[in-house]
């Protein structure tokens, strides 16, 4: 109810509170008796043989779900909180809130970095110590005979390791959860009344409301918000249901989010449709009895094909979005390449110099910088990894490799900074 500032608050400390909850549970299971130190938990036998961070070949199944379909099919096609492939949420309320596109950048990076290559191998070396301390099934049933049978699956052993902290850290952990939970809660809060208030109710409501009126609307809206997903989880089984869900309702919208910044022939119907359909198409997937044969990856594909089909043929049959429009929309951005190329010819024929207007984004140079960020975070999480698990060889490559890769990063994410922002003045 405080507003974003509030939120972004709220996530810098609980962000250093979950870590430290999480840091403290590993270094606790790892020095377990059981256990017996890192270089112990690696050698076990229950541990040993799950420490590739890749997928053996001979695993079909885990090769195509963990490798196949994130590779070829999910980083472009499918809209994730966070993670969106054409950019947007809270990622882009963090950018725009941010100085200036220096900082947005910057932060983005830094996000990414503790995100991926940080925060998993506390939650790791935990994961590895309970199947030593509780290898199966029926030893967690032993050491928690009153918890109900539905209850007694695989997921319980992390925080059943909870109960060798002492006193003090057991108290921390249970507080570095709770951070962790009312942070994403607050943060995705936050998110939707902003979408209700800025895109539904200012614009199609009351487009005269003060800015009083709309603080107000947007605490009603959290409020909404709040009460309707909590109505929804009691009708969901698992995280990994939610989980899957999520994923099958923004199958088939990545695309069309990545593309809307390099092809001018895009517009809000395309939007729509992408969204609804594939919305649709999730939902039929998911809960339709006559197709509980699919599997998660089959749903995936299915779900991007259908939806990447529907809009296409919604934004051809649609008109495209009015001259002046597309004008102002590369002023803003520095829209450019071949799928922009119409809007510039355009705009000569009207007289307007958009390449000196917009100053246009190098986009063979922002494709490239992507490219080099994905080789820096992958890199860095591989390295860190190695480094956990004690490879010290491949840690050391792989963190030549890591650093390599940001400075490369940094001298030429410089060239993208368009010299009209403040980012560009610093």
């Known amino acids: ?142 050491a928690f005979p009153n918890i109900p049978e539905h209850m007694m699956k695989d997921d319980l052993a992390y925080p059943a390791m909870f109960q060798f902290l002492p006193h003090g850290l057991f108290g921390l952990m249970i507080t570095s959860l709770f951070a962790a939970y009312m942070s994403t809660i607050a943060t995705h809060l936050n998110l939707g009344s902003s979408y209700m208030v800025n895109d539904f109710y200012q614009r199609f409501v009351r487009p005269d409301a003060s800015e009083k009126k709309l603080v107000l609307m947007g605490r009603v809206w959290t409020v909404i918000l709040m009460v309707l997903a909590s109505v929804m989880a009691l009708y969901l089984e698992s995280a990994m249901d939610t989980f899957q869900i999520i994923l099958s309702i923004g199958a088939g919208t990545g695309l069309l989010f990545l593309l809307r910044w390099f092809w001018w022939r895009i517009n809000a119907y395309s939007e729509i449709a992408a969204m609804v359909i594939s919305f649709i198409v999730a939902m039929t997937l998911r809960f339709c009895p006559a197709l509980n044969w699919m599997s998660d990856s089959e749903r995936l594909v299915w779900g991007v094909a259908i939806t990447t089909v529907g809009w296409l043929i919604v934004t051809f049959l649609t008109p495209a979005d009015d001259d002046e429009t597309l004008f102002d929309f590369v002023r803003r951005t520095g829209a450019s390449g071949l799928g922009w190329r119409k809007v510039y010819e355009k705009a000569a024929a009207q007289g307007i110099d958009l390449r000196s207007e917009a100053e246009p984004v190098n986009a063979p140079l922002g494709l490239l910088c992507s490219i080099i960020g994905c080789a820096a975070i992958f890199s860095s999480l591989f390295a860190v990894g190695k480094w956990v698990y004690l490879q010290y060889l491949p840690a050391a490559v792989l963190t030549g490799i890591s650093i390599a890769s940001w400075l490369i990063l940094a001298l030429y994410a410089k060239k993208l900074i368009r010299r009209g922002t403040d980012g560009g003045q610093q």
């Open 1 to 142: 109810l405080g507003g974003f500032t509030a939120v972004i608050w709220a996530d810098f400390i609980m962000f250093i509170v979950a870590m430290v909850g999480a840091i403290a549970l590993a270094v606790v299971t790892v020095q377990l008796p059981e256990v017996g130190g890192l270089s112990n938990l690696l050698a076990h036998p229950n541990v040993s043989w799950r420490l590739s961070m890749l997928p053996e070949l001979s695993q079909t199944d885990l090769v195509i779900t963990l490798l196949v379909i994130p590779l070829a099919v999910q980083w472009w096609s499918a809209w994730y909180p966070g993670a969106e492939p054409g950019g947007g949420s809270y990622v882009a309320q963090r950018m725009l809130a941010a100085k200036s596109e220096n900082h947005a950048l910057g932060a983005t990076l830094f996000f990414n970095f503790c995100h991926y290559a940080v925060r998993p191998f506390p939650w790791i070396i935990v994961a590895l110590a309970s199947l030593v301390v509780f290898p199966d099934i029926a030893s967690l049933r032993e």
